[in-house]
């Protein structure tokens, strides 16, 4: 039987399941807890995102998804701003509506 892919959201709810039930049943080593400044179920929700995006946690503390959809605003703004005297070739068109899509999906309306 296959098993069934986990969302992000159940990733997430999995792995802090994982982080209470070692708390409440003494499965977990306190120093190691403790080493880690108690942020435990932080770090887990970190992992899960930096595993799931493909993007090192440090990299999501430091904003840079933010910086990402800021830039892609930035050049979807520029590419259909070009002027009427410059003609897009095919793969700024393809690009202007991938940015267009990928950007819907991020702000929830597609």
């Known amino acids: 039987m296959a098993v069934k892919k986990r969302t992000l959201t159940q990733e997430i709810a999995w792995r802090l399941a994982d982080v209470y039930a070692a708390q409440t049943h003494g499965n ?21 995102l930096s595993e799931r995006l493909g993007v090192p946690t440090e990299a999501l503390e430091a904003g840079v998804v933010r910086e990402l959809i800021e830039a892609a605003e930035w050049a979807l703004f520029a590419l259909e701003n070009c002027g009427p005297e410059r003609l897009l070739d095919d793969f700024e068109v393809d690009a202007i509506e991938r940015l267009r899509t990928v950007l819907a999906k991020v702000r929830g309306e597609a």
């Open 28 to 48: 977990y080593d306190e120093e190691t807890l403790f080493d880690r400044g108690g942020d435990w179920a932080a770090d887990e929700v970190g992992k899960v």
